[in-house]
């Protein structure tokens, strides 16, 4: 969802070159891995022209390569845009993560729980999942609109998980 939402908000996908924004024709999303040696952020090359079996495949591959310390630079230079996943692995709600220069962004994403919402008729009640997501942006190439429009996409994708089929 992230790297469509990349591609569908392109100066979403770029950074902060010295004097000028730099725009990136490829979506290559870094995904944070927390190893007993530290953090690694290895990187999904063209991740929106990926089906997610394909990127859940090379985020297990590249997990146990973090594990194992046996990343090379190839495995997480060149990366666009970070995710940062701490509520399905530590169940943490909500948080902010901090952007990885020369990006300008960085998606923190929370727990999902799930919730009791009203049904479709009078005295009914269903559950739904929610979950907290927070962008982090360099405001100099990301304003709030912009972060705001990236966001919305996003949550399009995260809600209609049919419209990433590719």
């Known amino acids: 969802a992230a790297a469509l939402a990349l591609r569908k908000v392109p100066q979403c996908n770029s950074s902060w070159t010295d004097d000028y924004i730099r725009q990136y024709n490829n979506v290559n999303i870094n995904v944070a891995v927390q190893t007993d040696n530290g953090l690694y ?3 999904i090359r063209d991740a929106d022209k ?8 090379e985020v297990k591959n590249l997990a146990q390569k973090a594990k194992e310390n046996s990343l090379k630079p190839e495995d997480y230079e060149g990366g666009t845009f970070t995710v940062s996943n701490l509520g399905g692995p530590f169940g943490i709600k909500q948080f902010c ?4 220069p020369p990006q300008s962004g960085i ?3 929370g727990s999902a729980e799930k919730r ?13 999942s929610f979950m907290s997501v ?4 360099d405001h100099r190439v990301i304003d709030g609109a912009i972060g705001a ?5 996003f949550k399009g994708y995260i809600e209609n998980p049919e419209s990433m089929l590719l």
């Open 107 to 109: 998606l923190a994403v």
């Open 97 to 100: 993560a901090i952007i990885n």
């Open 134 to 137: 927070t962008l982090s942006c």
């Open 41 to 43: 952020v290895p990187v």
């Open 50 to 57: 990926k089906g997610l079996s394909s990127i859940a495949e």
């Open 116 to 128: 009791v919402i009203p049904g479709s008729g009078p005295d009914q009640f269903k559950f739904a």
């Open 149 to 153: 429009e990236w966001l919305k996409a």
